[in-house]
């Protein structure tokens, strides 16, 4: 029995290109993404982050529903009796429900860096985000992400051709000894493993 083979034509050149423009968009997305969350790990901690930012809104309107997004459903019952507690104390002495405000908050981080599988360290201070996840608040608070695919292009480009470069340069004398051959590996690791972590991002799980 024999098995037939369709030949692949290309019967319209541009529309090809067009789908590659796409891919290579939705690429240059991920790898954003990607180094948001690697750079980024403390963005929900930071009181400029979108977890605190959205638990002061809910204190300010007794609105605990602002916040449940940020947590599990069966986080819920150790959240909403603390969030009625701590606004039950906004209008009394201003040290006492600082302190409570700020349990408050660091509860919720602590829930919500639970609910990723990443361990909580304490609240940081505004201005602790890293300049790409505040470039990411800033594309869908502006609905513009063009931006961040142009800064994404040019960084990905810069880092590629580089370590492209010093594997090219050191796989000519990779050989010559066990340190230069080490001295390969080396930059061979980072060099794959940059497109590596990109492909898992595209066809595998993300994390915050």
């Keep these: 029995m024999k098995t037939q083979t369709k030949k692949l034509t290309v019967s319209n050149p541009l529309k090809v290109e067009r789908i590659f423009k796409f891919n290579m968009r939705s690429i240059l997305l991920a790898f954003a993404f990607m ?61 006492v429900y600082a302190i409570v405000e700020k349990h408050f908050l ?19 201070p505004a201005g602790s985000m890293t300049p790409l996840v505040e470039m990411a608040d800033n594309s869908i608070a502006e609905n513009d992400v063009e931006k961040v695919i142009k800064t994404v292009t040019n960084n990905l480009e810069q880092v590629l051709r580089e370590r492209y470069a010093t594997v090219a340069k050191l796989n000519k004398t990779k050989d010559n000894s066990v340190e230069q051959g080490r001295e390969y590996v080396h930059a061979y690791v980072q060099y794959t493993h940059t497109l590596e972590a990109l492909e898992h991002i595209l066809h595998g799980d993300i994390s915050h």
């Design 106 to 124: 660091e509860t919720l981080v602590r829930l919500h860096r639970e609910m990723e599988s990443a361990s909580f360290t304490g609240l940081k």
């Design 35 to 95: 180094l948001v969350s690697i750079s980024g790990f403390a963005h929900c901690d930071s009181y400029d982050g979108p977890v605190i930012k959205d638990a002061l809104k809910a204190l300010d309107q007794n609105n605990v529903q602002l916040v449940l997004k940020w947590i599990e459903p069966q986080q819920e019952k150790e959240i909403i009796p603390l969030f009625h507690k701590t606004y039950s104390l906004k209008n009394e002495d201003k040290e």
